[in-house]
């Protein structure tokens, strides 16, 4: 069955099209359509970004990855008339914990007052599964993008991003399909946290990848291009 509904990526937070590449050279997707948050600076402009890849009167799937599940989420919420499916990637629907929050009012401190540069490796130790550390189509890829990208990117997505609304509710009021999936080990959003996300929506179902972190996109493509499928049905 090929989906004849547009399917929107949206990357996550200090990412671009490159986070996206390894899955979507696994997928035959009719009409794919990119969300170039890289270019936000505000919240606003990253729900701009997402309706102008919409064409009136039609239904897109949205799949979201990271700060990208947050903009697809939150997209939805104020149009779901549009909505095929949401499929949210190392997301939490619940919103930033108490702890997040506070890393992240950490992170803007740091990054205005020149103390902090985001291409530094130790910083994505946190996203990226030990076993894919040294190769260079992970943390490789995840540094170049820091590295093009800069500081200013970083602090702009960190700020117009935290905090998160809660949209559990608003998902499961919603009676869309809803795919989450999650990393078994992803240090950044628990897959408990997910999991419980999941048991408050009706309509969700729930994907596990093993063997990776919160880059699982980069770290285990072709397991993410078989669930993004089954979820879209293309």
Not at 28 to 33: V, Y
Not at 95 to 103: F, N, Y
Request: aromatic share 6%; net charge negative.
């Amino acid at each position: 069955m090929t989906t004849s509904a547009p399917v929107l990526f949206l990357p996550g937070t200090l990412c671009d099209e490159r986070v996206w590449l390894p899955v979507w050279q696994r997928m035959k997707i009719s009409q794919r359509r990119y969300v170039p948050l890289q270019w936000a600076a505000t919240k606003d402009d990253m729900l701009a970004l997402t309706s102008d890849r919409v064409i009136q009167d039609e239904k897109v799937h949205l799949v979201g990855f990271s700060m990208g599940g947050y903009v697809a989420a939150l997209w939805a919420s104020q149009n779901m008339e549009h909505v095929a499916s949401i499929t949210l990637i190392g997301y939490d629907a619940k919103g930033l914990s108490k702890e997040e929050i506070a890393r992240r009012k950490q992170l803007v401190t740091m990054l205005n007052s020149g103390d902090f540069k985001p291409e530094n490796p130790a910083y994505f130790t946190r996203f990226v599964h030990p076993t894919h550390q040294e190769s260079p189509d992970v943390m490789g890829v995840v540094q170049s993008m820091a590295e093009d990208l800069g500081k200013n990117t970083l602090l702009a997505h960190t700020q117009a991003t935290s905090p998160r609304e809660d949209f559990v509710k608003a998902l499961a009021k919603s009676k869309v399909p809803v795919n989450i999936i999650a990393a078994a080990d992803d240090e950044v959003v628990s897959l408990a946290s997910l999991q419980t996300v999941a048991d408050n929506i009706a309509t969700a179902n729930m994907y596990k990848v093993e063997n990776a972190g919160h880059m699982m996109l980069l770290e285990q493509p072709e397991k993410l291009a078989t669930l993004l499928s089954n979820c879209i049905d293309v």
